[in-house]
DNA sequence: TTGTATGCGTTATCAT
DNA sequence: ATGATAACGCATACAA
């Protein structure tokens, strides 16, 4: 009848008659180093088997030492809710490395306001310090938070791109840059002269590094290109688009699925079949239900990118990963159907 | 200039001249009970803010016993993978109300076998001893474990029945009876005299609790069934279906989505309407993109459960709720049309 | 009204 | 080869 109360090192040397330092120093692999006896060392494995021995994470980590957990921490409202959602692929790579790594992964369920953001300060205490360190992502990032966690020395690791950040954090960033330029090369290629950007009127990082590569790339490409078409989604005319086709445009680049469904039902009432009247490609999934379906896109290789961020964290905790780090994934290649000859070639 | 490492209560104590006691005090709200000076508050306030005060999470769980984290382990192979996953919707539960509760959660990512299989005491000892208390589910789940965990005085929750083991473990389980008769009061309210039921080859214990209770109420119902037809999905033939036809039988009670799926395919392939010619329920959500989309069914109130695990476990540990609680959740109400009138009436 | 002392579980150092 | 001891940051019972 084992005690409801969990055993601590102190029980384990109860049983098996030796001290407290002699079973952290099994537990450890030290027993070797020091000289402990290989039958008080079996001994002493007997009593923790026994009693369902497990160290104390928060012991551990006061003391100073690791404890094996991995934190992972979303600026998102909910967790695993949507599982259609976009960050889920990014916790699904993140899963798997650290079940690859043999480390426990720690959901901050807790760090939730009332208002339903999340936030890493908000109760008071820093929760996140439970843990040896931490994998960030969120759309909703809370920069202050970031450079605070960043001054007080703690690991992390951030999805998305951070450069320009006044203290260095890790992160584990897309290469929009290739594959927007996988894209132009593609269009080039088949054949295009002129494109025309479209994409959503929030501007977040990620959408203004895939508009920055494209304004940069596009002259490289030999590629014309109107001012980009920057709406909200849900509010794409015909009209643009009728004014795109006269100026000689015969290849679309899309930012969003949602800007992609759009397009493709614009095209399709105007009778245009895509790619034999236009050519189209996404910069992100078309969404299953779209029109937009199996158009050419690329996409963020984002298991990829959960992945290799629970691996820099764990290179950053041994010491081998210096804070600077950054580490660049490539997407996804390019994929679909929606790119062809321009007409009349 | 902060810094390098995090302010402790000393460091606040010593700024504001007074003793770490004081300043935990203050902290916890307690400083009016204990009667410290309104001046002397506001002086340790100052420094708190100051200095950029946060509380160490580790060494409060130490204290306190209890840290706030709550163990989720499934015994399926990954974790939130499959975002399609029967399980994810537990998970989801189990998070929302966690949020609610300020707990964390720990995924144990470390107790995966080479297999791909998961095991509580996969490292040799318990990992899920990390945590307060967990919740246990998955469908390949190991009764021997369960039993050991239970003999081991470890706090848990199961999802799923688990009625009748030897030692007692709290549950959350969905009721079955209560939906599988309100399956047959419709089929007999609408006019239904004989109906079959069709399942799966494989049972398991919800598969078992749904015909059982089938063919307990069938009688009560005022209805005639045929022997259950029990086969592996992808086996159901059209024989099967004319010969229930041809015995009188206009309502099918399905067990599985793959099997309405089937069965769905077999009804049309024949020429026959639903609801108009035949009336068929499922016991579960039909798959969206299968022909029994739209189906009349009844399905486990999963994310629900999830909630309720996670309500039981912290009544567990707070000595609220015996360990022989049973909690059952009451299914989804029946949705969908595809239960009609029986022909020629 | 404030300060001192103790212990939570761990690990590392230092004497035996 | 082993055991005693200190320290990590915090909360609290108790002494002043």
Same mark, same amino acid.
């Given at each position: ?162 450069? %320009? ?16 330029? /996988? ?15 479209? %994409? ?7 959408? /203004? ?22 709406? /909200? ?28 469904? /759009? ?83």
């Amino acid at each position: 009848m084992p005690s409801s109360t969990r055993p601590s090192q102190r029980d384990i040397a109860r049983v098996a008659q030796v001290s407290q330092a002699a079973v952290s120093l099994v537990l450890n692999g030290k027993a070797g180093e020091k000289g402990i006896a290989p039958a008080t060392q079996e001994k002493i494995r007997a009593a923790m088997a026994s009693l369902g021995y497990v160290p104390n994470a928060a012991a551990r980590s006061l003391r100073g030492g690791r404890n094996g957990l991995i934190g992972v921490h979303t600026f998102e409202s909910v967790f695993p809710v949507a599982a259609d959602d976009y960050y889920h692929e990014f916790l699904v790579g993140i899963e798997e490395q650290a079940v690859a790594q043999g480390q426990d992964l720690v959901l901050f369920a807790s760090t939730q306001l009332p208002d339903g953001t999340r936030s890493v300060y908000g109760r008071g205490s820093n929760r996140l310090r439970l843990t040896d360190g931490a994998v960030v992502l969120g759309r909703e990032r809370n920069e202050d938070e970031m450079e605070r966690l960043a001054l007080e020395g703690f690991p992390f690791v951030l999805i998305g791109n951070r450069a %320009g950040a006044v203290t260095p954090v890790p992160y584990v960033a897309a290469d929009y840059t290739a594959a927007v330029a /996988e894209v132009l090369r593609a269009l080039a290629a088949a054949g295009h002269r002129r494109t025309a950007y479209l %994409g959503m009127a929030a501007r977040r990082r990620p959408q /203004e590094e895939r508009l920055r590569a494209f304004l940069a790339l596009v002259p490289g490409a030999a590629l014309a290109s109107s001012t980009p078409h920057l709406v /909200e989604a849900g509010t794409v005319t015909g009209e643009w688009v009728d004014q795109q086709l006269a100026l000689g445009t015969t290849a679309f680049v899309v930012e969003t699925p949602e800007h992609a469904g /759009e397009l493709a039902d614009l095209l399709s009432a105007r009778g245009l079949r895509v790619p034999a009247d236009v050519s189209v490609a996404c910069l992100d999934v078309p969404a299953p239900g779209s029109a937009a379906l199996g158009w050419s896109h690329v996409a963020v290789a984002r298991r990829a990118m959960g992945a290799r961020a629970v691996r820099v964290l764990l290179g950053l905790l041994e010491g081998d990963v210096p804070p600077t780090h950054v580490d660049v994934v490539p997407c996804l290649p390019l994929r679909g159907s929606s790119i062809g000859a321009p007409p009349g070639r």
